[in-house]
């Protein structure tokens, strides 16, 4: 009888440690992705150059600009949306350093391009159909703004 009362402790008991273990995992990757630096984040932008451009894509076979940074972060364990727009929601504004998110409009009234500066003038992104990931200018006739996710 002892035993059957004891069961709803043991599994309450259980559930708090693996809240606890799980809790502690979270955290230690979030302050991990903290300490990431700029020229980190361009090496492995880097790694995606000669991936061919495709809509919607978010793998080495293809991706499209916000698929390329999304993949980008998330080797740091940050997780984007798939949408340029929706990823200037993150991170804090900034200056284009290295690393940063580079968001731009090219005449469609709105953020339509997010790419990675790599803090020379150029961003590491996948422009459009018929290309591949590569090196482009920033243009900042068309640049809208930078973000900092670090």
């Given at each position: 009888?002892?035993?059957?009362?004891?069961?709803?402790?043991?599994f309450?008991?259980?559930?708090l440690?693996v809240?606890?273990?799980?809790?502690?995992a979270f955290?230690?990757?979030?302050?991990?992705?903290?300490?990431?630096?700029?020229e980190?984040?361009?090496a492995?932008a880097?790694?995606?150059?000669?991936?061919?451009?495709v809509?919607?894509?978010?793998s080495?076979?293809?991706?499209d600009c916000?698929g390329?940074t999304?993949?980008?972060?998330?080797?740091?364990?940050?997780?984007?949306?798939?949408?340029?727009?929706a990823?200037f929601?993150?991170g804090?504004?900034?200056?284009?350093k290295?690393g940063?998110?580079v968001?731009q409009?090219?005449?469609y009234g709105g953020?339509t391009?997010?790419?990675?500066a790599?803090?020379?003038g150029r961003q590491?992104?996948?422009?459009?159909?018929?290309?591949v990931?590569r090196?482009d200018?920033?243009?900042?006739?068309?640049t809208?703004g930078?973000?900092?996710i670090?």
């Amino acid at each position: 009888m002892a035993a059957t009362r004891m069961r709803p402790v043991l599994f309450a008991a259980a559930a708090l440690l693996v809240a606890a273990l799980l809790a502690a995992a979270f955290s230690a990757r979030a302050a991990e992705a903290r300490y990431v630096s700029g020229e980190a984040v361009v090496a492995e932008a880097q790694t995606w150059l000669g991936v061919p451009y495709v809509y919607g894509g978010a793998s080495r076979a293809g991706v499209d600009c916000s698929g390329l940074t999304m993949k980008v972060y998330e080797a740091f364990g940050v997780r984007l949306p798939h949408n340029a727009a929706a990823q200037f929601g993150y991170g804090v504004p900034s200056g284009g350093k290295a690393g940063d998110l580079v968001f731009q409009d090219f005449g469609y009234g709105g953020i339509t391009h997010v790419g990675i500066a790599v803090g020379d003038g150029r961003q590491i992104n996948a422009p459009y159909p018929g290309t591949v990931v590569r090196y482009d200018p920033v243009y900042p006739e068309y640049t809208v703004g930078y973000r900092s996710i670090f």
